[in-house]
């Protein structure tokens, strides 16, 4: 399996260090790392042929072997979860009180902040994070396919929606971007037969 590092990821996370600190930084990284190990270590526990992952300031995103199946079905779901999940365990062993006794009280408030955030994002039903790809695959068990697909596509674009319109009460013109952005990209993925359920072309990628 290959790594591959977007120069944009390093700048990412020095970003982080020079305009926050050192600790956010390296809580940051802990929280995207921890991510996607798990996501690595249920795809490979369930047989998935990965052949490379490739880091960027987005998160981290998954490339198969030609002609490996996509997660489906329950199994689909597992996958998926597994990130946030991870997630959510490293804040329930930072939160133990005797992590003060190995880390700094500081580091352990950002990973919990760090890995709370990366949790509550990508359980968002918007494709292609993760809670769109549960949401998917949960409904590929009961519906078929194009169904399953149309309602995941505007349940996404709903909350995108929500998304955008918060960001610019806030005045926060950057988010109100990347929600749509973020619509559109898991939106295309579809289109393109990248992230499918039971019929059509098998995805060479997940988010």
Not at 9 to 22: D, E, H, N, P, Q
Not at 55 to 79: C, D, E, M, Q, R
Not at 142 to 160: E, M, S
């Amino acid at each position: 399996m290959k790594l591959k590092v977007q120069p944009l990821f390093f700048l990412y996370f020095l970003t982080i260090a020079v305009f926050s600190s050192v600790w956010a930084c390296g809580a940051a990284l802990l929280a995207l790392l921890i991510h996607e190990a798990a996501h690595l270590a249920v795809g490979h526990s369930m047989g998935e042929r990965i052949e490379s992952i490739e880091l960027t300031p987005f998160g981290g995103i998954i490339h198969y072997s030609a002609g490996a199946s996509p997660h489906k079905g329950v199994k689909g779901v597992a996958v998926a979860a597994a990130g946030p999940l991870a997630n959510y365990a490293l804040i329930g062993l930072m939160s133990f009180p005797e992590m003060q006794l190995f880390l700094p009280f500081y580091f352990i408030r950002q990973a919990i902040l760090m890995n709370a955030g990366m949790m509550f994002l990508n359980l968002l039903p918007v494709l292609p994070l993760d809670g769109g790809r549960i949401l998917r695959r949960a409904l590929e068990l009961v519906l078929p396919d194009r169904a399953a697909a149309a309602i995941t596509c505007w349940t996404g674009f709903a909350f995108a929606l929500c998304g955008a319109f918060g960001c610019l009460r806030l005045g926060f013109l950057p988010g109100a971007a990347v929600f749509p952005a973020a619509w559109l990209r898991g939106n295309r993925a579809c289109a393109e037969g990248k992230i499918r359920g039971r019929k059509g072309n098998p995805p060479n990628f997940e988010k």
